[in-house]
C-alpha cells in the first residue's frame, strides 16, 4: 500500500488532531480519517476508483480551513 497524499489540520492536542490520508494498492483506493493522533479512532474508507476516492478526501476535508499537506 502506498501513500499518495497526507493532510492535517494543524492541531497538536491529542483530542483535536486530525488526519485524512489517501492510499493506493493495486487499483484499490483507500481513505483513512484518523482522529485523536496515533492513539485515536480510525475510520477507512475503501473506493474502486481514484475520483470517489478523491471526492471522499475533499468530503472530509471540508468545514476546517486550517488543512496542511504533509
Same mark, same amino acid.
Given at each position: 500500500?502506498?501513500? @499518495?497524499? $497526507?493532510?492535517w489540520n494543524g492541531?497538536?492536542?491529542? +483530542?483535536? @488532531?486530525?488526519?485524512? +490520508? +489517501?492510499? *493506493?494498492s493495486? =487499483? #484499490?483506493?483507500?481513505v /483513512?480519517?484518523?482522529?485523536g =493522533?496515533a /492513539?485515536g479512532r480510525t @475510520?477507512?474508507?475503501? $473506493?474502486d *476508483? *481514484?475520483?470517489s476516492?478523491?471526492? #471522499?478526501?475533499r468530503? +472530509?476535508?471540508?468545514g476546517?480551513?486550517?488543512?496542511? /499537506?504533509?
Amino acid at each position: 500500500m502506498e501513500r @499518495r497524499r $497526507h493532510y492535517w489540520n494543524g492541531s497538536w492536542g491529542r +483530542l483535536t @488532531r486530525r488526519d485524512v +490520508l +489517501l492510499y *493506493e494498492s493495486g =487499483g #484499490q483506493w483507500i481513505v /483513512e480519517d484518523r482522529r485523536g =493522533g496515533a /492513539e485515536g479512532r480510525t @475510520r477507512w474508507f475503501e $473506493h474502486d *476508483e *481514484e475520483d470517489s476516492a478523491w471526492d #471522499q478526501v475533499r468530503a +472530509l476535508l471540508s468545514g476546517y480551513d486550517d488543512w496542511r /499537506e504533509l
